[in-house]
């Protein structure tokens, strides 16, 4: 399984960014997707999941902000990051667990994840 994060960049503060990562190599739509990110020198947190069948989680300084969604037929998910704080600087990166039974989003926020992906850098400048 491959998850390929893209879309970070430098953006201003208040400006947005819409991450994506491409999943290959699995039944998407058996999946919990989300994202996590990790600042230098902290540790890496949890920002958003979504389960298979569409329903959205998000750690509480994201909510508001931030909108997970997937599309299933392209084997997508995207995080669309608003109203960006010098704060959201940090690498995400894409993540997937299985969804059976629909524990994902519990599992996502155990960080019990089956797949990671490779990160996408996040600047936010003030």
């Known amino acids: 399984v491959q998850l390929q994060a893209s879309g970070g960049g430098l953006v201003q503060a208040g400006g947005s960014l819409r991450l994506s990562c491409a999943a290959s190599?699995?039944?998407?739509?058996?999946?919990?997707m989300g994202w996590f990110r990790q600042a230098p020198g902290k540790e890496r947190e949890f920002v958003s999941a979504?389960?298979?069948?569409?329903?959205?989680n998000y750690a509480d300084f994201v909510k508001g902000r931030f909108t997970i969604s997937r599309d299933n037929a392209k084997n997508m998910v995207y995080l669309q990051m608003n109203s960006l704080k010098p704060e959201d600087t940090a690498v995400y990166s894409c993540?997937?667990?299985?969804?059976?039974?629909?524990?994902?989003?519990?599992?996502?926020?155990?960080?019990?994840?089956?797949?990671w992906g490779r990160g996408t850098q996040v600047t936010v400048s003030s």
């Open positions: 190599g699995c039944t998407f739509s058996n999946y919990a």
């Open positions: 979504i389960s298979r069948s569409g329903t959205p």
């Open positions: 993540a997937a667990t299985n969804d059976y039974g629909g524990t994902g989003l519990l599992l996502f926020l155990r960080r019990t994840i089956d797949y």
